[in-house]
């Protein structure tokens, strides 16, 4: 392993690591600190996030600007550090102003810029790199979840010894000042440090011109098959109808204790991701991706019900199964939109557009989540969501029609 090797698993590890203490706080503890704490009013908070998360969606139009003009060294390391500044600044805004959830938007949104930006960023480093070997592909994947993972449990570690009094605001603004504070010499870190890699040199851009040839395009076939799996990734990805609610749930039929293991091990679905991985890759040595895809997605719907009448231990247990057949399903996904993307023109934007089927259903679903959260239980929202991912399977199954008559196809071409 060469030194630029060193310096790219390095600068995504920091990358995401910075990442992963904003998720944290997104994820975790800011909907336990609304919904249960201020007991905000669900509707507008409801409204608040229809319009958030549709800024997911400016990460393909980011693709394409970043394919189309980021062409230079110095542009590339100034938009990424620019952003990761903005990304940490942006929770000042949630700091100061966490009451009025107009202001909370605002926060969100310039939130998911700053991150699509980077993600953007590092994506067309990933994609350049991962021509070279499976095996970098690998490592970074395992380096980012690492990353991740070390986010999150140093962030339940900070709540954990400075909110002791769950429901006083007060160490909550403690506690989300000190992660904020924390976050900053990592940035630091990160932008000296990326100083080092190049995101642009000679081999790369000899790699885009390469997949540029027009003889390489995507068939008619490929975009049928890849449009109707990212509609299926839609709908599999509909158990964000609970995601908001889940902490609140939680804490709810769990009580306090409950929530402070779930969030302390939250860190163990991450392993359990990283797990997923080494399934996924070595289940695509003997199968097709979409056969993996649609068999986890039925398998996923199935563990999913049972956490509708689960005690804490069985909640748990069932979430980090869970975790690992999350990650086949996104891996399988990945794989196949990496392949599409990566013949042609514009690899980022492709790569990025088919990122947005979770970004859309984020736009659906969280919302619905949060507003019927006060009006029907949640157990109500995971058999919803179970039916709907049910669903998904079920598109999966025409794509092996397709392929089948794509090879009879190709044989009948070679036979003319």
Not at 72 to 97: A, D, H, V, W
Request: with cysteine.
């Amino acid at each position: 392993m060469n030194n630029s090797n060193y310096r790219i698993y390095f600068g995504f590890f920091l990358i995401y690591f910075t990442i992963s203490i904003f998720d944290a706080f997104f994820i975790i503890y800011i909907p336990l600190f609304y919904l249960r704490i201020l007991n905000v009013d669900y509707g507008e908070l409801a409204y608040i996030h229809i319009f958030t998360y549709l800024t997911l969606l400016v990460s393909p139009l980011l693709g394409f600007l970043y394919d189309r003009y980021v062409e230079r060294e110095i542009q590339s390391k100034m938009i990424l550090y620019i952003c990761c500044i903005t990304l940490c600044g942006s929770f000042s805004i949630f700091i100061l102003f966490k009451e009025i959830l107009l202001l909370y938007g605002i926060f969100v949104c310039v939130y998911f810029f700053s991150k699509s930006m980077i993600r953007t960023e590092m994506s067309g480093l990933f994609l350049s790199v991962v021509r070279e070997s499976d095996d970098i592909k690998l490592k970074i994947i395992l380096l980012v979840n690492a990353a991740t993972i070390t986010g999150y449990l140093a962030i339940s570690l900070l709540f954990n010894f400075n909110v002791l009094n769950i429901t006083s605001i007060k160490p909550w603004n403690s506690f989300f000042l000190l992660g904020w504070l924390t976050s900053f010499p990592i940035i630091f870190v990160g932008v000296i440090f990326n100083k080092n890699i190049q995101f642009f040199n000679e081999k790369i851009k000899a790699e885009r011109s390469k997949i540029n040839n027009p003889q390489n395009e995507n068939s008619k076939y490929d975009i049928l098959v890849i449009g109707i799996l990212f509609i299926s990734f839609i709908l599999a990805n509909s158990d964000l109808l609970i995601s908001y609610p889940l902490s609140s749930w939680i804490y709810d039929k769990f009580t306090e204790t409950g929530f402070r293991i779930y969030s302390s091990l939250y860190f163990i679905f991450f392993i359990c991701s990283i797990l997923g991985l080494y399934i996924a890759n070595s289940l695509c040595k003997k199968y097709n991706e979409k056969k993996m895809m649609c068999g986890s997605v039925y398998f996923y719907m199935i563990l999913l019900i049972l956490v509708t009448f689960s005690t804490f231990p069985m909640f748990m247990i069932l979430n980090s199964i869970l975790s690992i057949i999350l990650y086949i399903i996104s891996v399988s996904y990945t794989s196949l939109i990496t392949e599409f993307s990566n013949k042609g023109k514009y690899g980022t934007f492709k790569f990025q557009f088919l990122q947005t089927s979770s970004s859309i259903a984020s736009i659906i679903f969280i919302p619905l989540g949060t507003f019927y959260f006060d009006v029907i239980t949640v157990e109500t929202l995971i058999i919803f969501s179970s039916l709907l991912i049910g669903i998904s399977g079920l598109l999966i199954m025409p794509t092996f029609l397709i392929d089948k008559g794509k090879k009879v196809k190709d044989q009948k071409d070679l036979v003319g």
